[in-house]
């Protein structure tokens, strides 16, 4: 057995595979993937576009759950135009993955989420709102993430993040970034404030902010 293969069949043990069936989109056709691990949080859907495993590193995108972006459209946040920008953008490239993580409000849960909005309305922006609560500007970890990456076969990627923080925790765990690729869609009057705020206080890369 190879030692790819050694590595492969170790990381089996930490994570499973619960199902995959085929997911075609408005983006194109892609196959979901349904990963779990051992801990309560973690679980994570991969959306596969493509033949993955040539020398070309896969366009990834690693996208922490957002209700109210993602599904109810707000507009406090950028979330639901990464998304979507991410599936299009990975459609076109011919090969990626998106992952999809249960980290909502970076991490610290969609009730706490809406607990720090309150705080935002009597103008808090999100950092500071995170630590009133007693929790870090951002508490997500990406370890789980480089699991199910290696568990389908990815050892290098080309990332679509604007945050270097995420690009330090893959290459930590031992996936290679190989390029980061910008995520940033256009940029409204409503959520350039909270943009400003995770360029200036989380050293996100974004243009024009």
Do not use: W
């Not at 040539?54 to 690693?62: E, M, S, Y």
């Not at 459209?73 to 639901?80: E, G, M, P, T, V």
């Not at 679509?160 to 893959?170: D, M, T």
Request: proline share 3%; glycine share 10%; aromatic share 4%.
């Amino acid at each position: 057995m190879t030692s790819k293969s050694n590595r492969r069949k170790k990381q089996s043990k930490k994570l499973r595979e619960v199902a995959q069936a085929a997911l075609p989109s408005k983006f194109g056709k892609f196959t979901i993937h349904g990963f779990a691990g051992k801990g309560p949080l973690e679980e994570a859907v991969a959306l596969v576009h493509g033949t993955i495993g040539g020398k070309r590193a896969p366009l990834v995108r690693i996208h922490s759950q957002c209700l109210t972006g993602d599904v109810l459209a707000s507009l406090r946040c950028d979330c639901r135009a990464q998304l979507e920008l991410s599936l299009k953008k990975i459609a076109r490239a011919g090969s990626g993955i998106l992952l999809y993580l249960p980290q909502e409000g970076r991490g610290i849960g969609l009730m706490n989420k809406l607990r720090a909005y309150e705080l935002q309305d009597g103008g808090m922006d999100t950092v500071e709102a995170n630590e009133k609560l007693g929790f870090a500007a951002d508490a997500r970890d990406y370890e789980f993430s480089t699991q199910v990456l290696k568990q389908l076969g990815v050892e290098k990627v080309r990332l679509l993040s604007n945050n270097p923080e995420k690009v330090r925790q893959l290459e930590a765990a031992g996936i290679k970034v190989v390029e980061r690729v910008p995520c940033q869609p256009r940029i409204s009057k409503i959520s350039r404030t909270y943009l400003q705020t995770k360029k200036d206080k989380m050293g996100h890369i974004l243009d024009g902010v």
